[in-house]
């Protein structure tokens, strides 16, 4: 994980840091994936909570990200914590 991104994420008002997880948005985990390379393991990460959260990259690397193939249930964030697929939520 990178700290360089991880510290983007943080300076959004939407993002709050976390224990557990790499980071929170609205109190679902954040889990960052730089690229490609590094999806699989967040996407494991995100199976402890049921495939609910979301993912962190780069803008620059969306092209790499086909949303369509994410977990309908895994959102996608940028570094900015600007929401760019909303995740959904689990019912209770």
Do not use: H
Not at 13 to 21: A, L, M, P, Q, Y
Not at 51 to 56: L, M, N, P, S, T
């Amino acid at each position: 994980m990178s700290d360089e991104l991880k510290n983007a994420l943080l300076q959004s008002n939407k993002i709050t840091d976390s224990e557990k997880w790499d980071a929170e948005y609205d109190s679902l985990p954040v889990v960052i994936a730089e690229s490609t390379a590094t999806l699989d393991g967040a996407l494991s990460k995100l199976d402890e909570v049921g495939g609910y959260g979301y993912i962190a990259t780069w803008r620059k690397n969306l092209f790499a990200f086909n949303t369509k193939l994410l977990s309908k249930r895994c959102g996608l964030i940028d570094e900015n914590g600007n929401l760019l697929k909303a995740a959904r939520v689990p019912k209770n």
